[in-house]
């Protein structure tokens, strides 16, 4: 079956534009997860959502992010007024049911986001 | 402060050798571990995973040890192929009940040479 997929694949804009990252994850999975990986970083996490809601958006690194996931399934991660230090390749995940153990997550390609 | 670390940024290893990655971490909450392939242009893929119940995990050419007492993990891979040739991301998760929650290191560039 189809993975996980995000879009765009880049984006490129100027500072202080607003920008919206779409993740449409695997059919079923309860669980979806935003990362974002900064150059020569690790991956970082920013927002967990089991179905539509987020119990955990503690890795949002400030107001200027925003996530919403509608319908159990797509989500859109909203990034506003954007600033230099925002670029990186946000990556989504997602997973059968939120736990670890058996339950893998499953990661997109991700979208590389450049500001100038 | 890194709670998971990759101190080795790349690693060259010729073809049919042992591929050793090694990864530490410093919260001892953590009781899962992972280890994620990345090729570029692609997401993470998972590979294989431990429980801190364990201190070894065997799938094919991969092994995957744990030493707890060290809070120190290594992926092995042999014999070491080509295709191998990607960045491996160390992960954990187990932290305050937050099992969804995966902490990454940054990652070993790993060079299979033929």
């Known amino acids: 079956g189809a993975g996980v997929s995000q879009s765009p694949s880049n984006k490129v804009t100027e500072k202080g534009k607003d920008v919206e990252l779409r993740c449409d994850p695997i059919?079923?999975?309860?669980?979806l997860y935003w990362y974002r990986q900064s150059l020569g970083q690790g991956l970082e996490f920013l927002i967990y959502f089991q179905g539509n809601s987020a119990p955990d958006k503690s890795g949002l690194p400030s107001d200027r992010f925003s996530a919403e996931r509608t319908g159990g399934s797509v989500s859109t991660l909203t990034i506003q007024r954007t600033q230099q230090e925002d670029s990186a390749v946000y990556l989504c995940a997602s997973s059968l049911t939120g736990g670890v153990g058996t339950d893998t997550q499953y990661f997109g390609p991700g979208t590389r986001l450049t500001v100038l | 402060d890194q709670q998971v670390k990759q101190n080795s940024p790349s690693l060259s290893v010729q073809e049919g050798r042992i591929s050793i990655l090694n990864c530490d971490y410093t919260?001892?909450?953590?009781?899962?571990f992972l280890w994620y392939k990345k090729y570029p242009a692609e997401g993470p893929t998972f590979l294989i995973s431990i429980s801190s119940i364990k201190d070894k995990n065997e799938d094919g050419r991969f092994t995957v040890f744990l030493n707890k007492s060290a809070k120190h993990l290594s992926l092995h891979i042999v014999p070491s192929q080509p295709g191998d040739s990607a960045v491996y991301f160390c992960?954990?998760?187990?932290?305050?009940?937050?099992?969804?929650?995966?902490?990454f290191g940054k990652g070993t560039l790993l060079t299979v040479n033929p």
């Open positions: 919260n001892s909450m953590f009781d899962y």
């Open positions: 059919s079923g999975h309860t669980a």
């Open positions: 992960a954990a998760s187990g932290f305050g009940g937050s099992n969804y929650k995966l902490t």
